[in-house]
């Protein structure tokens, strides 16, 4: 096995001629996956070598619904027909769920047994944790990580693959990597793997808190896990102590294995640290939280970019002096980008594309009109410092030209590979009049605003156009954290606070609201808990609790409805009603 230093080396190595490796990792694809179904109408009168060029002018750029009618024969165990591959050539070994937050159901992902993902992969992953040991070079006394991740929702389709998030798959199976790996986590296999994301949650921080000696950092895939998990620890401190002292969980954790594993951890009672833990909490001051429970830790790691970018300073909050580091850029379907220098601003992240991950294409992005422009990509070579790009992937796994959804900003290269930071989610279409980048910003205003008028914080929010109504119409859904009770009495307040904050939305949205096509702006304050409600729904329709990110352009109508229902008070630009 690589050590640290040949693992940086290989990682830069590739980024000195990304766009020749680029080319080798699509010609690596194509000789071993060109004869698959989904290929072959656009391939079949091409001659090999099969050059990029020729690729991109045969293969349409493709979308999850170009797939999904051969996803579903895999999963119903149809591999295709004569022995003809779907999508890949390589075995099938199990399914990954996306993360499930816009759709009615989240969309299964394909896992191929391939060597050369493998590969890529393991590059990717020993990177990210050797840049991490770059700057934290191992402890032998302080070696545990309180890591808040769930391999949970395990289902199994009909021809028998398991389903599962693709943030839990490494933790699968016994070999000596993954023991070692499940070794350094403040919390038993058991508890990982439990059933009940709530019942796990509540073990994490138990045994996080029994090993508050030991705990160097603190992880989770994305800033909402950390924030979720804190906002969970601030209500239930009084019971997680109470477990302390008595030395096992309350009789809320029922699952047998959980519950025995979390045992063994808290190794009898613990009198004198739940003492400490009351000291610390009974002040009801959560600045710097962190570092009073684990006085030992060394940094937080956690996604800040995008949508998650609003919970930054709340987990600032929670840290106090601890370093807040950015996460990597990696999706279900490949991995597209490491977090190179891991102390930069966790908000400002810059992701160095991986030339071997997958072979990358960039679809220009006009923020202005919230649309891609034509179907035309560029290359490594082709991108522009400052322009905005649609991800467009072809992996080793069964997605060919396929656009990942997700928007970049070119910052600048490391070498030649470019590095990129995530702005936000494409729109699913051109109707669409508010980008999530628009509501993320105005929406940062709009809290301002209501914490110096109103003194109430924002918990969570989200948008949703109306596209059938005629004018269409936006409506807003707002979680306070406090003040709800006053909100009807403040009703004339709240409207003016709406009405800058419709000022606040972008241009698409101003064009048409002058021209009468939108109605005015509709918010709605939700009861506090909504969208905890929400996530609770997404797991149970399969959504995985690791990788669950809250909408913030709702595109459901169930949940429309669902928080029309739990909404306190609503103001309506031109009329009120509360």
């Given amino acids: 096995m690589m050590n640290d230093e040949d693992i940086l080396k290989k990682l830069e190595d590739s980024t000195k001629n990304a766009t020749r490796h680029q080319l080798e990792t699509l010609q690596s694809i194509l000789e071993r996956q060109s004869g698959v179904r989904y290929l072959q109408p656009y391939l079949s009168g091409?001659?090999?070598?099969?050059?990029?060029?020729t690729y991109k002018r045969a293969v349409p750029l493709s979308c999850y619904d170009d797939y999904a009618d051969h996803i579903n024969q895999l999963a119903d165990g149809d591999h295709g027909q004569n022995d003809q591959p779907l999508l890949s050539v390589d075995p099938l070994v199990c399914f990954f769920y996306s993360s499930g937050t816009s759709s009615k159901k989240p969309k299964l992902i394909?896992?191929?047994?391939?060597?050369?993902?493998?590969?890529?992969s393991q590059i990717a992953h020993q990177g990210s944790i050797a840049i991490l040991r770059r700057l934290f070079p191992p402890k032998h006394d302080v070696n545990k990580i309180l890591f808040f991740i769930y391999s949970d929702n395990k289902t199994t389709t009909k021809a028998g693959f398991k389903v599962m998030a693709a943030s839990a798959f490494p933790l699968q199976g016994s070999s000596n990597e993954n023991l070692s790996q499940l070794s350094r986590h403040s919390s038993p296999r058991e508890v990982i793997v439990g059933s009940n994301f709530q019942h796990q949650l509540y073990c994490h921080l138990l045994c996080g808190l029994r090993n508050y000696e030991f705990i160097d950092g603190i992880i989770s895939p994305y800033a909402i896990g950390l924030i979720g998990a804190f906002s969970f620890f601030e209500s239930k401190w009084e019971q997680l102590c109470d477990d302390l002292e008595n030395g096992y969980p309350c009789l809320d954790i029922t699952?047998?294995?959980m519950r025995d594993s979390v045992i063994?951890?808290?190794?009898?009672?613990?009198?004198d640290l739940s003492k400490r833990i009351r000291s610390i909490c009974g002040e009801s001051n959560w600045s710097g939280i962190f570092s009073k429970l684990w006085p030992n830790v060394r940094y937080i790691k956690c996604v800040t970019t995008g949508s998650m970018r609003q919970y930054c300073s709340k987990i600032k909050y929670y840290a106090g002096e601890v370093p807040v580091l950015g996460g990597d850029y990696f999706a279900s379907e490949c991995y597209v980008g490491v977090n190179l220098d891991i102390a930069q601003p966790p908000q400002t992240t810059r992701f160095l594309m991986l030339p071997t991950a997958a072979y990358f294409e960039f679809l220009p992005f006009d923020m202005e009109k919230n649309e891609a422009v034509g179907e035309e990509t560029v290359d490594f070579s082709g991108v522009e410092i400052g322009k905005m790009y649609e991800v467009v992937v072809t992996t080793y796994r069964g997605f060919y030209r396929y656009r990942l959804g997700d928007i970049v900003k070119v910052v600048d290269f490391y070498n030649s590979s470019p590095r990129v930071e995530?702005?936000?989610?494409?729109?699913?279409s051109s109707f669409e009049i508010i980008s999530e980048r628009?509501?993320?910003?105005?929406?940062?205003?709009?809290?301002?605003m209501l914490r110096n008028v109103m003194a109430v914080e924002i918990v969570e929010f989200a948008g949703y156009t109306n596209l059938e109504s005629s004018p269409k119409?936006?409506?807003?859904?707002v979680e306070i954290r406090e003040g709800c009770t006053k909100l009807r009495d403040s009703v004339a307040i709240l409207r003016r606070c709406c009405s800058s904050l419709e000022d606040a939305f972008g241009s698409v949205y101003k064009v048409q609201r002058d021209r009468g096509e939108i109605s005015p702006l509709s918010v709605s304050i939700v009861k506090p808990g909504t969208f905890d409600r929400l996530l609770q729904v997404a797991i149970e329709k399969g959504a995985p609790a690791s990788q669950y990110k809250p909408p913030k352009i709702v595109r459901n109508r169930e949940i429309v409805e669902f928080m029309e229902g739990c909404s306190l008070v609503t103001v309506r630009l031109d009329s009120l009603d509360g």
């Fill in 255 to 257: 699952e047998v294995a």
């Fill in 438 to 448: 628009d509501l993320m910003s105005a929406m940062e205003s709009f809290q301002m």
């Fill in 473 to 477: 119409k936006l409506m807003i859904f």
């Fill in 264 to 271: 063994e951890v808290l190794g009898g009672p613990q009198p």
């Fill in 46 to 53: 091409c001659c090999a070598p099969i050059d990029a060029a």
């Fill in 110 to 120: 394909p896992y191929f047994d391939s060597a050369l993902s493998k590969a890529a």
């Fill in 422 to 428: 995530f702005v936000m989610r494409a729109p699913k």
